[in-house]
């Protein structure tokens, strides 16, 4: 009885920032006209006002006003058809053939407001939002494991093991997992750490955490690379979905519920936080190989540009984005990398609850590699009649060749 | 219990080699963002 209302108590907390009312700003479409026939056309305080709002404006009136294009006209002098302000629109919004000393389109790049943008979504939703993903995870399965308590093995334990993951497997996993723990880690310092850190631990105290975990971010994120590479290289093959999936899914794969589903070596549940972990954490590495090499690995606009191709950009609701800066890429490979990063940790939290306190047995194959046949029997059925039938396989072939010859 | 002291052993190995790899590669930040007559040293 207790432990139901610690589970409900637990999910009320949870669903309370859900209560509170967001603001919602009032824009779009039937925002109205603004009036700029007092100013001959030209930016009005409404304009300043809405944009400081941050409601979505056209400001095609000032991006576009950048003069003509009769620079060979005689007597216009050296801007030919611009005028001062024209000249500083164009820089404004990157429309204005700039040359450099570097050389490179990023020293092109004078203003832009895609940093601003970013700094405030960086500072805003995504730490609320990654907050909670976490937080929420972590509550819905302590009120998960609340109600449902520790899934047993059933019946008495055999006595007899079964090899479930070799070595090198184990290490694989062990290669990834623990190295995403610490750029985890790092990574959430690095985001929270001004604003929450610092006024607990003090300026100078983060400033040299942060350093340091820039550091260890930075280098330990080859160590998750090469463990992802090791992990799909090894279970890929069996993690290719089947008919037994569907079984496993239908009956919740007696995590819901008293069922033992039949599964091979990975069942459906496994299997989505495989493809989860390849997915997301590709998406990290890439995205974290731009950031690992500033300006030299820029990539976003062209994945946009084909994401717009395949009608993708519309159905995710996001904004054509063709004329994006290196800078406004780099903003753009953080914002990927951090969301993947949360979504990645929520997946992985349930995983880990999962395969340490929320089933009993199942740390054994990623501790010493080896599960007692009740458990394997009971989890993944299918997989161990294919271990037994390959050993007595070897068995029998092995008897005759023991066998001293009648010669 | 080995294994995830390996994999363990294994991830600092990895980041102290890739950090003086890429170090000595010209790969640091200094490096990357600094002009030839910039003296870093």
Not at chain 1, 198 to 223: D, I
Request: hydrophobic share 50%; aromatic share 10%; no cysteine.
């Amino acid at each position: 009885m207790l432990r139901h209302f610690m589970a409900l108590l637990t999910l009320l907390l949870l669903s309370a920032p859900g209560l509170v009312p967001v603001a919602a700003h009032a824009q779009g479409a039937d925002t109205p006209a603004i009036d700029r026939s007092a100013t001959g056309g030209a930016q009005t305080l409404e304009d300043i006002m809405r944009r400081q709002r941050g409601e979505t404006i056209d400001d095609s009136f000032r991006s576009d006003n950048i003069g003509g294009n009769a620079v060979m006209a005689p007597g216009l002098g050296p801007l030919g058809g611009a005028s001062d302000p024209e000249l500083w629109r164009a820089l404004r919004y990157n429309k204005a053939d700039v040359t450099v000393s570097t050389g490179d389109d990023v020293g092109k790049v004078l203003m832009t407001d895609g940093g601003l943008k970013w700094l405030t979504w960086r500072e805003g939703r995504l730490q609320i939002w990654g907050f909670w993903m976490v937080v929420g995870t972590a509550g819905g399965l302590l009120a998960f494991f609340l109600l449902r308590g520790r899934i047993r093995i059933d019946g008495e334990l055999t006595g007899r093991t079964v090899t479930r993951f070799k070595a090198i497997e184990r290490f694989g996993h062990w290669l990834l997992g623990i190295s995403f723990l610490v750029l985890g880690a790092t990574g959430l310092f690095v985001l929270f750490g001004r604003k929450y850190l610092a006024p607990v631990l003090g300026k100078e105290f983060n400033a040299n955490l942060l350093a340091f975990s820039k550091v260890v971010h930075n280098n330990v994120a080859w160590a998750f690379m090469l463990g992802l590479i090791m992990v799909f290289v090894m279970w890929v093959v069996h993690n290719i979905p089947n008919r037994s999936d569907i079984t496993w899914l239908r009956q919740y794969g007696g995590i819901i519920g008293s069922a033992h589903p039949p599964a091979k070596k990975f069942n459906a549940g496994q299997k989505m936080i495989f493809w989860s972990v390849v997915i997301f954490g590709a998406v990290i590495s890439i995205t974290g190989l731009s950031l690992l090499f500033p300006y030299r690995f820029v990539f976003l606009a062209d994945v946009y540009a084909l994401m717009n191709d395949w009608g993708l950009m519309a159905l995710v609701g996001l904004e054509e984005r063709f004329d994006m800066t290196a800078q406004e890429q780099m903003q753009m490979a953080q914002a990927w990398h951090a969301m993947a990063a949360f979504i990645l940790m929520m997946i992985v939290t349930a995983h880990v609850y999962i395969g340490s306190i929320g089933m009993e047995g199942a740390f054994d194959a990623m501790g010493t590699g080896e599960v007692d046949e009740a458990w394997a029997h009971q989890h993944h059925s299918i997989w161990l009649d294919e271990v037994k039938a390959a050993e007595a396989g070897k068995t029998g072939e092995a008897k005759p060749s023991d066998a001293t010859p009648a010669e | 219990m080995k294994t995830i002291f390996a994999g363990f052993a294994a991830m600092i190995v990895i980041a102290l080699g890739a950090g003086y790899a890429l170090d000595r590669a010209g790969f640091s930040t200094a490096e990357q963002s600094a002009g030839e007559n910039v003296r870093l040293d």
